[in-house]
């Protein structure tokens, strides 16, 4: 993943158009970012951070099958850290975007693994076990993600209860006599 200095610029700005069109919702402006990074990966095509971009930019312009393949390949060129962190999610929630929601599953757990403090992970991967049927799993990352971020006084008030029974959502009165 060594790129020289002139490449290394010439990557940093294809990310600041890519997100300069994300914030603005600029089509044009992912483009050009889009043909900057598709035009470096011709030169470094094993190159992880570039094909890492392209995955990006692809999903930025709603382009998610396309997005998919230079995703995976930078997972596997050993994309580490925060961009294996978001490859991870956006990989993920691509998949599951896309209805391939044992993928998505697969992906964000690797995620939720790896990265177990990255709540942005949790909660796609929440999505994603909803979408297989496996729901009360997914409530407990959403309400135990809720629980530890929210300052609701009226959630804090009942943050105890609420904690135990994203654990024990199926419990009754009856049941813990």
């Known amino acids: 993943m060594n790129i020289n200095k002139n490449s290394h610029e010439l990557l940093d700005k294809a990310i600041a158009l890519r997100e300069d069109g994300r ?6 402006i992912i483009k050009e970012a889009l ?6 990966s011709e030169n470094d095509p094993e190159n992880a951070e570039i094909n890492y971009q392209i995955g990006i930019a692809y999903d930025n312009s709603g382009l998610c099958n396309e997005a998919i393949p230079y995703y995976v390949k930078a997972i596997e060129q050993g994309l580490s850290g925060p961009d294996l962190q978001r490859c991870l999610l956006g990989l993920g929630s691509t ?3 896309l209805g391939h929601y044992k993928e998505a599953v697969e992906t964000l757990h690797r995620g939720v693994t790896e990265f177990p ?6 909660v796609f991967y929440s999505m994603a076990l909803y979408n297989t049927g496996e ?9 135990m993600n809720l629980m530890e971020t929210t300052n609701d006084e ?3 008030y009942f943050k105890r209860g609420i904690s135990y029974y994203a654990q024990h959502l199926d419990e009754t009165w009856d049941s813990i006599k």
């Open 23 to 28: 914030a603005k919702q600029d089509m044009t």
């Open 95 to 97: 998949y599951r975007l």
């Open 135 to 143: 729901y009360k799993k997914a409530m407990e990352i959403v309400l």
């Open 154 to 156: 009226t959630l804090q």
């Open 35 to 40: 043909n900057l990074l598709l035009n470096m």
């Open 117 to 122: 403090e990255h709540r942005g992970l949790q």
